[in-house]
């Protein structure tokens, strides 16, 4: 169990840029994986962009090129740079935490933050 807290998100014009952050609020050992979701009305969840903590990253077709992924492990954050903003980007974005290393529990942690709210205007 890790608590997770997304930010960053606003309204933005096409073509702006945003950066969501999310952090845990106490002492994390390791994350296997530190992932984005987002999730628009009416649609299901999909993957936006990973990073695994080899170095490893992963970005959907439709943000590749304008999306970035980094991961501060020393501040248990991960961040998501958004460039090149588009009207499709609007949706609720979610961290995503798996393998979650923590002091005091027996196994792993898979959590999730409570989504941030990112709307881009044409």
């Known amino acids: 169990q890790v608590q997770l807290v997304d930010s960053g998100g606003g309204v933005v014009q096409a073509g702006g840029s945003l950066r969501l952050s999310c952090a845990a609020s106490g002492t994390v050992f390791s994350v296997n994986v530190m992932a984005w979701y987002r999730q628009a009305p009416g649609k299901q969840r999909e993957l936006v962009a990973s990073?695994?903590?080899?170095?490893?990253?992963h970005y959907a077709e439709s943000v590749t090129g304008r999306f970035t992924i980094s991961r501060d492990n020393a501040k248990n954050t991960v961040y998501l740079q958004m460039n090149s903003l588009k009207p499709e980007d609007t949706a609720v974005y979610y961290c995503?935490?798996?393998?979650?290393?923590?002091?005091?529990?027996?196994?792993?942690?898979?959590?999730w933050g409570q989504g941030t709210q990112v709307t881009v205007s044409q």
């Open positions: 995503r935490w798996e393998g979650a290393v923590v002091p005091g529990n027996r196994f792993p942690s898979n959590d």
């Open positions: 990073s695994t903590i080899d170095g490893r990253t």
